[in-house]
Nanobody
């Protein structure tokens, strides 16, 4: 399964961005999709995830600011990021886990929050 992410860029503090990620094929097994991020010199951490059943999980640092959603029919996951802060600056990676094939990663997309 290939993951294609889009939507990163440069935004001012307080602004918004929307990340999207599309899987290259339909996923019929139990699965979860989401986003991780890695800031310079730091480890890759989970930002948000959503299961095929719709259960969501967020990092504490993004709760109430970010919203994850998915379209199972289109095999896509989206991350709406509002009230962005400089500390949200990182490379964001789309992630997919399935009960059959395990973890998959997309190529990262840069998000920079700066004035």
């Amino acid at each position: 399964v290939q993951l294609q992410a889009s939507g990163g860029g440069l935004v001012q503090p307080g602004g918004s961005l929307r990340l999207s990620c599309a899987a290259s094929e339909s996923i019929s097994s139990l699965n979860a999709m989401g986003w991780y991020r890695q800031a310079a010199g730091k480890q890759r951490d989970l930002v948000a995830s959503i299961t095929s059943g719709g259960s969501t999980n967020y990092a504490d640092s993004v709760k109430s600011r970010f919203t994850i959603s998915r379209d199972n029919a289109r095999n896509t996951v989206n991350l709406q990021m509002n009230s962005l802060k400089p500390e949200d600056t990182a490379v964001y990676y789309c992630w997919l886990w399935t009960s059959v094939t395990g973890n998959h990663w997309g190529r990262g997309t840069q998000v920079t929050v700066s004035s």
